[in-house]
């Protein structure tokens, strides 16, 4: 299963969830407190996604492994194109 695939079940699980509270059903009453707390949840939830989101991305952002010989690599093919166009007759 991919992970995509994971996050579209949970979403469901939690919106079934949430809709079967929410539009209280025959039989189940929720007190006034916790209906308020479970009406805006979804939007708590969200929130709460984009800052995971946000904190994943800054943190490998800042663990971000440098390569050193691919960066060494890529100069000499910078500068083996510059001496291709100059021999070219291409001016800078």
């Given at each position: 299963m991919t992970k995509l695939a994971q996050w579209l079940?949970?979403?469901a699980l939690l919106g079934?969830?949430?809709a079967a509270l929410a539009?209280?059903?025959p039989g189940?009453?929720?007190p006034a407190p916790y209906r308020q707390a479970l009406l805006p949840l979804p939007v708590y939830l969200l929130v709460a996604f984009g800052c995971?989101?946000?904190?994943?991305?800054g943190y490998r952002v800042a663990?971000?492994?440098?390569?050193?010989?691919?960066?060494?690599?890529l100069r000499e093919h910078i500068n083996a194109a510059w001496e291709d166009l100059r021999r070219r007759g291409l001016r800078f």
């Open positions: 079940w949970g979403l079934s969830a949430w539009l209280s059903p189940l009453r929720l995971y989101a946000l904190a994943t991305v663990t971000f492994n440098d390569c050193e010989e691919a960066a060494a690599e």
